[in-house]
């Protein structure tokens, strides 16, 4: 059975930092563009970062500069580290594998690859 498992979540300061990570189980992730994702309170989730199989990364304009996602497909795992962290960064993470286009991750996730992980919730307050 193919799982992921977000873990590292918590409540943090802003300005603060957070590593998650992404376990995976059930298949190589090594073949896999992997995405982060977050659902906002009342919000639709979406996705703000990916790594392709070759480890170029993408981000999305609101965390670029501030977060890091990197991998490590020998432990199967993707790990997002999180800086400066804003308030508007509260939400729930999860990760998932995305498509491509090229070499390039997308933030779409792949449809039927299964369930979504329980995510990790991320609050930043003062």
């Known amino acids: 059975q193919r799982q992921f498992v977000e873990s590292g979540g918590g409540l943090v300061q802003p300005g603060g930092s957070l590593r998650l990570s992404c376990a995976a189980s059930?298949?190589?992730?090594?073949?896999?563009?992997i995405g982060w994702f977050r659902q906002a309170p009342g919000k639709e989730r979406e996705g703000f970062s990916c790594?392709?199989?070759?480890?170029?990364?993408v981000y999305a304009d609101s965390i670029k500069d501030r977060f890091t996602i990197s991998r490590d497909n020998a432990e199967n795992t993707v790990w997002l580290q999180m800086n400066s962290l804003k308030p508007e960064d509260t939400g729930v993470y999860y990760c998932?594998?995305?498509?491509?286009?090229?070499?390039?991750?997308?933030?779409?996730?792949?449809?039927?690859?299964?369930?979504w992980g329980q995510g990790t919730q991320v609050t930043v307050s003062s």
């Open positions: 998932a594998p995305v498509k491509t286009a090229g070499p390039i991750c997308v933030f779409t996730p792949i449809l039927d690859f299964g369930s």
């Open positions: 059930g298949f190589t992730l090594g073949y896999y563009a």
């Open positions: 790594i392709s199989s070759s480890a170029v990364p």
